[in-house]
């Protein structure tokens, strides 16, 4: 009797219910989507980096690696690394290079003095039009074996305003948190400071796998090593540089002649941390030199050339794949957010210093 | 043209075969594109895994729906039922076209934008499409702007839609709903009156 009341209830109350239904499974797509746009649910996105980002940042900059300068130049590859990977421009006698060097501070305005870390992003071109885009600093090992200790690590440092310095006890439970990151404030406190882009070498950081004829896997790292001298610069000395210093140095050098870096790709062995760039592989490993960039010319980033170009390191051609490590992962997505927001301030004539007027794609631009 | 090609008079009570089929197998594919194409803008660890998937899954759209759009304007398709007022049979028409408009628009403007930006257009590793427009600043922040526009554009679209035809399949059983199925015809739809005007 009972079963039945509920029959008839269910059948007079039938409409009620299906539009309850259609509505739960419309709104179960619309929660879906909006965590998956994290809109909610508040997790960490690639957005999330860039949310420090000011409100009155200059329009049309990198969010971070702001100061640079656009170069040209030319990769001949020596062929060692042939029997590695099937990217062209490991065979390809001469492949064209855009690149940039950067300072790592955020600042398109910052002092050439403010920061140790120098920086060189390239794109290759190969003939059959693949593309192999990268972004080297030159320290030798991230701080964090993921992306996520990034953000920690930020939070953890900044200077508290009524003293002016980190809260000890939050760098503390950084460091308890993310150990490894110890070794990365050692480095940073006793390293020496580069004194010019010429003679720093530039690290990948992250690994990479090459991927040869027969499709057999070796995962690597690289470094493009300075031809010229590594110069660094006491404190006293470096404190008194001049506003550009490592700019004009640049510029200087290469007015007297091209300036060569080697590509030295480092083979791993088994076990090697493939998947954590907080960790460097040890020196015995074998590497082969893959080529050599001749960098020829310099100009300003503002003339274009290198300024709308993402050196996003995920873009790699055939013959290379990505690892598993989670920061180069994570970069792509970051890398995608700075140069959509800045490349469309451009074009929207936002850009008021980050571009050269005669050249604007749009007149707004002043 | 029915005339012509010696095809019955009364209207289909079915999108054909061709249609049916590709209504489904895109439906999934553009619920699949949307959530990728998220993925790919918040994700730390799936954007590059996501990307290569996005532009040849996209393409195929591209395709397909070039396909989709010629068969439909070369078949009947069926009437809307008798008892949906002009207005509801006008607006589902309308949106039913500006769905056609979404899905060419959409992989068109993904690609337009990754030319302008200077991207590859990786559809497969070694296979990249030329370039549709040339480098520009000025054009990128439009594409991208409008490809990110219509992707949500188009979810809500799709919610909508989905929610009517369900609305159709359960509470009017007018036959719209099994017009792009292979169900059991439960009316056909434009003659009989629906099952639910009876309640
Ligand atoms: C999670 C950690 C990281 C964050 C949040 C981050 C953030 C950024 C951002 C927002 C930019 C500006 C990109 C643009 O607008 O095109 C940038 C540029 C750059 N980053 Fe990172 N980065 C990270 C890790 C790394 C690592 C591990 C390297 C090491 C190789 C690196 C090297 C560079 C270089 C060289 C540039 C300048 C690129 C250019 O000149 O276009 N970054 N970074
Ligand atoms: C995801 C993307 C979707 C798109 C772009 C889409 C698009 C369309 C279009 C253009 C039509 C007109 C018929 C044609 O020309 O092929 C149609 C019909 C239809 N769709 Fe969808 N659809 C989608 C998803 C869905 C879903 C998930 C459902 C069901 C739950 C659904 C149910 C229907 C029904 C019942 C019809 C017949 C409507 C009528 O005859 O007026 N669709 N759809
Ligand atoms: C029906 C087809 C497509 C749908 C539904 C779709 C959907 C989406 C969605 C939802 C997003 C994320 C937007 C955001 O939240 O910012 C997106 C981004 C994107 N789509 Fe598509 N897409 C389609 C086709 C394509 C095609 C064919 C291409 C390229 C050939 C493409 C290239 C892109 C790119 C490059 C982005 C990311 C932009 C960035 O990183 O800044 N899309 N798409």
């Known amino acids: 009797m009972k079963k039945e009341a509920l029959v008839t209830y269910l059948r007079t109350k039938r409409v009620p219910l299906i539009l309850c239904g259609i509505l739960l499974i419309a709104g179960t797509l619309v929660l879906a989507f909006a965590w998956s746009a994290g809109l909610i649910g508040g997790r960490i996105t690639t957005r999330t980096f860039l949310k420090d980002t000011p409100k009155t940042y200059p329009a049309g900059y990198r969010r971070a690696h702001g100061k640079g300068i656009c170069f040209e130049g030319t990769f001949r590859a020596s062929g060692e690394a042939v029997p590695y990977s099937i990217a062209s421009v490991f065979a390809q006698q001469k492949v064209p290079v855009i690149g940039r060097f950067s300072l790592g501070s955020p600042d398109p305005y910052a002092p050439d003095n403010s920061t140790r870390t120098a920086s060189m992003a390239l794109m290759l071109t190969a003939d059959d039009g693949e593309q192999w885009r990268m972004k080297l600093n030159n320290e030798p090992f991230f701080a964090t074996r993921d992306a996520e200790g990034f953000l920690k690590q930020m939070e953890a440092y900044k200077p508290n305003p009524s003293t002016g310095s980190p809260d000890p006890a939050r760098v503390t439970a950084f460091l308890k948190e993310y150990p490894e990151a110890k070794k990365y404030v050692k480095w940073d406190a006793t390293a020496p400071w580069t004194r010019s882009f010429a003679g720093a070498q530039y690290n990948v950081i992250n690994s990479f796998i090459l991927i040869d004829k027969n499709g057999k896997k070796q995962a690597i790292r690289w470094s493009m090593r300075p031809h010229a001298a590594f110069t660094s610069w006491s404190v006293s000395q470096r404190k008194q540089a001049s506003h550009d210093f490592l700019f004009e140095d640049l510029k200087k050098r290469i007015q007297k002649g091209p300036l060569y870096w080697d590509l030295v790709i480092t083979l791993a062995e088994p076990g090697d941390a493939v998947n954590d760039p907080s960790q460097v592989w040890p020196e015995s490993r074998r590497q082969i030199v893959a080529g050599t960039l001749e960098v020829s010319h310099v100009f300003d980033q503002a003339d274009g050339g290198c300024r709308d170009v993402n050196f996003d390191p995920t873009r790699v051609p055939k013959g290379i794949t990505l690892s598993d490590d989670p920061v180069l992962r994570a970069r792509a997505g970051i890398y995608a957010h700075s140069h959509s927001d800045r490349v469309r301030e451009i074009g929207y004539g936002k850009a008021t210093d980050a571009v050269v007027k005669h050249q604007n794609d749009n007149p707004k631009n002043k | ?199």
Do not use: C
Not at chain 2, 14 to 41: K, P, S, Y
């Open chain 2, 1 to 199: 043209m029915s005339g012509k090609k010696n095809r019955p008079s009364a209207p289909p009570t079915q999108f054909n075969i061709t249609a049916r089929i590709l209504h489904w197998l895109m439906a999934a594919m553009i619920l699949a594109m949307i959530f990728v194409g998220l993925g790919m803008m918040t994700s730390l660890t799936w954007r590059p895994w996501l990307l290569d998937l996005h532009v040849p899954l996209g393409i195929a759209i591209l395709l397909l729906v070039i396909i989709r759009f010629i068969n439909r304007l070369s078949f009947p398709v069926p009437k809307m039922p008798v008892s949906m007022s002009k207005f509801q049979s006008k607006a589902a028409g309308t949106l039913h076209w500006l769905f056609y408009g979404m899905m060419l628009a959409l992989p068109l403007t993904g690609w337009a934008q990754l030319s302008a930006g200077g991207f590859p257009v990786k559809l497969f590793p070694g296979v990249n499409l030329s370039p549709i427009l040339p480098q520009s600043p000025l054009l990128y922040a439009l594409l991208h702007d409008a490809h990110r526009v219509m992707a949500w554009a188009l979810f809500f679209m799709v919610v909508g839609h989905f929610s009517a035809a369900l609305l159709h399949a359960w509470v009017y059983r007018d036959g719209i709903f099994s017009s792009i199925t292979w169900g059991r015809k439960m009316t056909i739809r434009s003659e009989e009156p629906p099952a639910s005007a009876a309640e």
